[in-house]
T-cell receptor
Framework: EAQVTQNPRYLITVTGKKLTVTCSQNMNHEYMSWYRQDPGLGLRQIYYSMNVEVTDKGDVPEGYKVSRKEKRNFPLILESPSPNQTSLYFC???????????FGPGTRLTVT | AQTVTQSQPEMSVQEAETVTLSCTYD???????LFWYKQPPSRQMILVIRQEAYKQQNATENRFSVNFQKAAKSFSLKISDSQLGDTAMYFCAFMTDLNNDMRFGAGTRLTVKP
């Protein structure tokens, strides 16, 4: 089954404790991205990657890191999480030239 | 910069009736793509319908159709014969032909009442 997976689905952590949210897709898509969803703001892009070893900042990159060492994986790293990073996070992927993104199930992160 | 505006934070409709959700966008590009995504309580983002800007014909998918007005930069979603399962948050989204970056509106929460 073609899909984008994220782990964990739920995470509660404390300020300053490094964490990683994994994202993997099995569709051989070139393009992957991370979004955060906050009430009244819709989805805002954090980082995106056009292909392996190619990443770039989106609209709200502060406090986040990403890497793209393999085509299928695109982890999101929070080196020192803060309460304002409490949000719902989505990973998405799409094929190059195809104007449609496939979304993972979301990760609910709470930073206390 | 491209922006997407959904001016209706919440809407409700009676089961079996028709409802229209509004979306406007701002861009200087000529080639682009527009989408409506549905997000039910499960939080999964589900593509409802898409429209290519170069196509004059409005897209339809079963009970879902759009009214695409390119000159007015408007892209509304009409849901006919509303069903309880249509209750969800609906997001309008925009993507240019230059890359795969997608811009979203703030969303409209739709409630279908029995």
């Amino acid at each position: 089954e073609a899909q984008v997976t994220q782990n964990p689905r739920y995470l509660i952590t404390v300020t300053g404790k490094k964490l990683t949210v994994t994202c993997s897709q099995n569709m051989n898509h070139e393009y992957m991205s991370w979004y955060r969803q906050d009430p009244g703001l819709g989805l805002r892009q954090i980082y995106y990657s056009m292909n392996v070893e190619v990443t770039d900042k989106g609209d709200v990159p502060e406090g986040y890191k990403v890497s793209r060492k393999e085509k299928r994986n695109f982890p999101l790293i929070l080196e020192s999480p803060s309460p304002n990073q409490t949000s719902l996070y989505f990973c998405a992927s799409s094929a190059s030239g195809v104007r449609e993104q496939y979304f993972g199930p979301g990760t609910r992160l709470t930073v206390t | 910069a491209q922006t997407v505006t959904q001016s209706q934070p919440e809407m409700s409709v009676q089961e079996a009736e028709t409802v229209t959700l509004s979306c406007t966008y701002d861009t200087s590009e000529n080639n682009y793509y527009l989408f409506w995504y549905k997000q039910p309580p499960s939080r999964q983002m589900i593509l409802v319908i898409r429209q290519e800007a170069y196509k004059q014909q409005n897209a339809t998918e079963n009970r879902f159709s759009v009214n695409f007005q390119k000159a007015a930069k408007s892209f509304s979603l009409k849901i006919s014969d509303s069903q309880l399962g249509d209750t969800a948050m609906y997001f309008c989204a925009f993507m240019t032909d230059l890359n795969n970056d997608m811009r979203f509106g703030a969303g409209t929460r739709l409630t279908v009442k029995p």
